[in-house]
């Protein structure tokens, strides 16, 4: 199996956000993701519910002093979804670096 | 693909890096525990140990693991945050094991030496865990630093 893989329910700049703050953490508060990522409330349950739908992300859910709190957690299938595509994007950006580093060279070699 | 393409297609890949290590940073801030939260779980499990070596009644060890249990709670709550540990959990759950399977005979020889020695037996062995606990907290804490490249935060 492929360790590249170009993700296109992650690549969205909002999703790909959670499942960086996520990637490090067994699990973060709805309101952590809602404040690092500065968006609403609604906005940020619209891209969850469309990594949950993916398999990625879980949500669990509990009272605590009379008030609903949400955790979120990447999925093993959603960290190696994610991994796979930081490896896409790495390998994007190499293969760049690498023409540059030829056409130099070739620009090097013509003087 | 195009020269222009490929280039374009690398600065925005590179941009989505660049916005990956940006919050995995931010988070990972929020994830460091101050010192206080090593001393609040390496002192109970030193104090836990030096009254199971003393053969002390668990009634009054259960307040003392309440507290622990109490401290770890809060704190996740109010960071927001569950960092996973630097070792993957299956090396964590192999070390638990095996610090349990030592720290019970352990206990049991303390129990035995504490006839003869006094109470310096079971306080040796909570100081040993009490030390135990904070080296492996400081090496968790500095592991996460280094994730992040800074050594500020406090």
């Known amino acids: 199996m492929s360790h590249f893989h170009f993700d296109t329910v992650i690549h969205a700049p909002n999703r790909l956000q959670i499942c960086a703050l996520l990637a490090p953490l067994e699990t973060a508060e709805f309101q952590v993701l809602r404040d690092e990522l500065r968006v609403s409330d609604s906005v940020l349950s619209k891209h969850i519910k469309q990594l949950e739908e993916a398999g990625y992300l879980k949500l669990r859910k509990y009272k605590a002093n009379g008030r609903q709190r949400t955790w979120a957690y990447l999925t093993s299938k959603g960290r190696k979804a994610f991994e796979a595509h930081v490896e896409e994007l790495r390998r994007l950006v190499s293969i760049a670096d690498g023409m540059q580093n030829n056409s130099s060279i070739r620009k090097q070699s013509t003087i | ?154």
């Open chain 2, 1 to 154: 693909m195009s020269n222009d393409l490929r280039v374009n297609v690398s600065l925005k890949a590179q941009d989505a890096l660049d916005s990956i290590k940006d919050m995995e940073s931010a988070v990972l801030r929020r994830a460091i525990q101050p010192w206080w939260y090593g001393l609040a779980i390496a002192l109970p499990a030193g104090v836990l140990t030096t009254l199971a070596g003393m053969e002390i009644s668990r009634l009054y060890m259960a307040p003392v693991f309440l507290l622990m249990l109490i401290t770890v709670v809060f704190y996740t709550r109010k960071a927001g945050v569950l960092a996973k540990p630097s070792p993957s959990r299956r090396v964590l759950i192999i070390v638990l094991i095996t610090m349990i399977s030592v720290l019970v005979p352990l206990i049991l020889l303390v129990q035995e030496l504490k006839e003869t020695y006094g109470l310096i037996a079971p306080l040796s062995l909570g100081l040993t865990v009490f030390i135990i606990a904070l080296i492996a907290f400081i090496f968790e804490r500095r592991a996460l630093l280094s994730k992040i490249n800074t050594e500020n935060i406090i």
